[in-house]
C-alpha cells in the first residue's frame, strides 16, 4: 500500500513539472516570437510612415517629360544582355527645370534614375510676364545648333521633339525655336539648356549696372510713364 501511494504522490508531480516545463517553454518561444514580431512591424509601420510624410511634405509638384529611351545591348558569352538608357526633362512650371539621364537593365529603373539626376541639376531661367523669354538667344553643343526667340501672347510653343519638353517643363507659354543640325535629343537638350542659361532679365542688369529698370526700358524711345509702367509689369 506504500508503495501504490507513493507512486499515487509522485505521478502529479512528475506531470506538474513536466506541464511547467512545457508552459515555461511555449511561453519563453510565444513571448519572443510575439515580442520580436510586434517590435519589427510597428518599427517598419513608422519607418514606411515617416519616408512618406516627409517625400509628401518636402517634395514638391514636378512636371516630368520623357524625352528618349535608348535600348542597348551587350553580347556576352551566354548570349545578349539588354539594358535602356532612359532621359528625362523635369521642371515646375515656373521657370525652373533640369535634365537628366540614367541608365539601368530594367526601364523603370532608368527612368527613375534619370529623374533623380534631373531634380539635382536643376537651374532657373527667368522669364517675361511669366509666359516667354526676356530677349533671343542662341545655343550650342556639339553639332547641335538652337535659335530661341521670344513672342506674343498667344503664339504658343513652337517647337519640336526634345526642345518643347524643355518649355513644357519651364512653364514657358509662347517662344518660338528652331533646331539646325544634329538631330540627337541629348545634344538637342543640352544645346537648349546653353541658351537658356544665357537668359537675363532687365532686373539682375539693372542690379549689376546699378541703375533703374526704368532707365533701361526708357533708353529704346520709350516714354517715362511707359517705361516705369513696364518696369512694374517684369517678373522674373
Given at each position: 500500500m506504500a508503495d501504490e501511494t507513493n507512486l499515487e504522490v509522485a505521478a502529479p508531480a512528475e506531470a506538474t513539472?513536466?506541464?511547467?516545463?512545457?508552459?515555461?517553454?511555449?511561453?519563453?518561444?510565444?513571448?519572443?516570437?510575439?515580442?520580436?514580431g510586434e517590435r519589427g512591424g510597428r518599427g517598419r509601420r513608422d519607418d514606411r510612415r515617416g519616408r512618406g510624410n516627409n517625400d509628401e511634405e518636402g517634395g514638391e509638384e514636378l512636371i516630368e517629360k520623357l524625352v528618349h529611351i535608348n535600348r542597348v545591348s551587350k553580347t556576352v558569352k551566354g548570349g545578349k544582355r539588354f539594358g535602356f538608357a532612359a532621359l528625362v526633362v523635369v521642371g515646375d512650371g515656373k521657370g525652373r527645370a533640369g535634365f537628366g539621364k540614367g541608365k539601368a537593365r530594367e526601364?523603370?529603373?532608368?527612368?527613375?534614375?534619370?529623374?533623380?539626376?534631373?531634380?539635382r541639376a536643376m537651374v532657373r531661367v527667368p522669364l517675361k510676364e511669366g509666359r516667354t523669354l526676356h530677349h533671343d538667344g542662341k545655343g550650342r553643343f556639339g553639332a547641335g545648333k538652337v535659335n530661341v526667340r521670344t513672342a506674343p501672347a498667344g503664339t504658343g510653343i513652337i517647337a519640336g521633339g526634345p526642345m518643347r519638353a524643355v518649355f513644357e517643363s519651364l512653364g514657358v507659354a509662347d517662344v518660338v525655336t528652331k533646331s539646325v543640325g544634329t538631330s540627337n535629343p541629348y545634344n538637342m537638350i543640352r544645346a537648349t539648356f546653353d541658351a537658356l542659361t544665357d537668359q537675363t532679365s532687365p532686373k539682375s542688369v539693372a542690379q549689376r549696372r546699378g541703375k533703374k529698370v526704368a532707365d533701361l526700358l526708357g533708353r529704346g524711345g520709350a516714354s517715362q510713364v511707359e517705361a516705369e509702367a513696364a518696369a512694374e509689369a517684369i517678373a522674373e
Open positions: 513539472g513536466g506541464e511547467q516545463r512545457e508552459g515555461r517553454g511555449r511561453g519563453r518561444g510565444r513571448g519572443g516570437n510575439d515580442r520580436g526601364v523603370p529603373e532608368a527612368i527613375t534614375k534619370a529623374t533623380a539626376a534631373a531634380k
